[in-house]
């Protein structure tokens, strides 16, 4: 009997534009011979399986629907691709430990310290992984320009500490732009980043691990003409996305070494992908993105396909060994597994 699976988007973030299309992705990718697929939109107000063009509530007591010919559907893997808060920041994590349903990404501390970029950048810095030298600002903290430029100089970079896709994300250049930056920065997160400014050329690695071993990506290179990869960049064009990198065979070897190496230190699972700032030959780690997205163009499909995979097999080895590994007895009983 086919597994029920749900595409889980939405989120709530302003990062949920960027859900749906990963989830659009996702299920262009899916072995729809293999597995039932449904799309399941996850928001404040509700959560909605959508099912032949027609939207159900969901029952959250065990994650599942009732259509409209009245059959009950169980959904047997949840494939997470909300992008910020609750999907990747270990929140649906939890939900679905105790609801016993394996999931496709990393699970409640790998997510929430990877969500956390100004934690997991000190965390890993302590195993001799480099990053920028960076401030965390809390609501309520006073912003003191003096002391960011003395710490940080400048340019510097001023974005949410929790999110992504460079949302709220300023390149401050003046004294006097700083504090705005904040300001913009704490409409989005609770928390605030200011990083020091690396010259040099930007790279990110996708890595995933299944039953069949370990597979560290190709490199992407990342060109824009912007004053750095924001926005636009990602998702409006302005950019172009060199895959495999330009880079040395040493080079590039290192990078991908160091992703290996950070998927194990922060227990990863699923797909993740490392971005970096490649100052001369020495990677910088800029995050860890246990949620990556996953339209047909964006960074990790162009790993895959440079690597001569298929996105297909890689989605079904990761939740065929999700199935097989999966231990309800580590989370909550629930009747979903008796």
Request: charged share 20%.
């Amino acid at each position: 009997m086919k597994k029920n699976i749900a595409i889980v988007w939405g989120g709530y973030s302003s990062e949920k534009v960027i859900s749906e299309k990963s989830a659009t992705g996702i299920y262009s990718f899916i072995d729809k011979e293999k597995y039932n697929v449904f799309k399941v939109k996850i928001d404040r107000t509700s959560w909605q399986a959508e099912a032949r063009g027609c939207f159900y509530p969901v029952d959250k007591n065990n994650f599942s629907f009732t259509d409209s010919d009245n059959r009950h559907i169980r959904f047997d893997f949840a494939y997470i691709t909300i992008h910020g808060t609750p999907g990747e920041d270990g929140t649906l994590q939890g939900y679905f430990d105790m609801l016993a349903i394996p999931y496709s990404n990393c699970g409640v501390l790998a997510s929430a310290l990877t969500f956390n970029k100004f934690i997991c950048n000190s965390f890993l810095k302590n195993f001799g992984i480099e990053v920028a030298n960076s401030i965390l600002l809390r609501k309520g903290d006073t912003c003191q320009p003096d002391e960011v430029i003395s710490r940080l100089g400048l340019p510097v970079f001023v974005k949410p500490n929790l999110g992504g896709s460079s949302f709220a994300t300023t390149k401050v250049k003046e004294s006097a732009q700083l504090e705005s930056a904040v300001e913009e920065a704490f409409r989005e997160a609770q928390e605030v980043i200011i990083e020091s400014f690396l010259q040099g050329t930007e790279v990110t690695c996708g890595c995933l691990k299944t039953d069949k071993g370990m597979t560290v990506l190709p490199l992407t290179e990342v060109v824009t003409s912007n004053e750095f990869f924001d926005f636009d960049a990602k998702y409006n064009g302005q950019v172009e996305e060199i895959t495999p990198a330009r880079l040395s065979e040493e080079t590039t070897l290192a990078i991908q070494q160091e992703t290996e190496r950070i998927y194990h230190l922060i227990g990863a699972k699923g797909i993740i992908r490392v971005d970096y700032i490649l100052v001369g030959n020495r990677p910088v780690l800029l995050e860890v993105n246990t949620t990556p997205g996953m339209t047909a163009t964006s960074f990790v499909p162009q790993q895959v396909n440079a690597a001569g995979l298929s996105m297909t097999n890689i989605i079904t080895e990761i939740i065929e060994t999700e199935l097989v590994h999966f231990n309800p007895r580590q989370c909550y009983d629930n009747d979903h597994n008796k």
